[in-house]
């Protein structure tokens, strides 16, 4: 649950009061963060990304959504994607209505330790700190 906690803060921290924001530290690729939608439970969902570019067209390199609990201030991942590799992978299934319906336990426990490295990585490349540049997107 700490984990969780961890990642809720600092999604809230990177998004700030914004829908959308794109943080760039020089050396990196730019890091974006956008609140997507809400969950068939209600709660928010908060899209982590990087862009590469190839051929003209935006690549994420990796994205990750997590749903933010209101109730815990928790983020668990739901889902990983890279364009390049080609690869999409959801840590739930889900009926016609949006409900979870069944989890891959072992995948959500190498997203969260990929996320658990990803946000000690950004940390470390200075995009929590404040010489990262950000701008609002929307």
């Known amino acids: 649950m700490k984990t969780y906690q961890h990642f809720a803060s600092v999604l809230t921290q990177l998004l700030g009061n914004e829908t959308a924001v794109r943080l760039t530290v020089n050396g990196y690729m730019p890091l974006s963060i956008e609140s997507i939608g809400t969950s068939a439970d209600g709660n928010r969902l908060i899209s982590l990304c990087h862009y590469g570019e190839l051929n003209g067209d935006l690549m994420r390199d990796p994205e990750m959504v997590f749903e933010v609990h209101s109730v815990t201030a928790a983020a668990e991942p739901l889902s990983f994607q890279n364009d390049y590799m080609g690869l999409y992978q959801e840590v739930y299934r889900n009926d016609e209505l949006g409900k979870k319906t069944h989890v891959n336990t072992r995948l959500k426990q190498e997203l969260t330790s ?3 490295t990803w946000f ?3 940390k470390e490349q200075g995009f929590l ?3 990262a540049i950000r ?3 929307t």
Request: charged residues 35%.
């Open 114 to 116: 990929f996320a658990r």
């Open 120 to 122: 000690t990585n950004l």
């Open 135 to 137: 701008e609002r997107l």
């Open 129 to 131: 700190g404040e010489t």
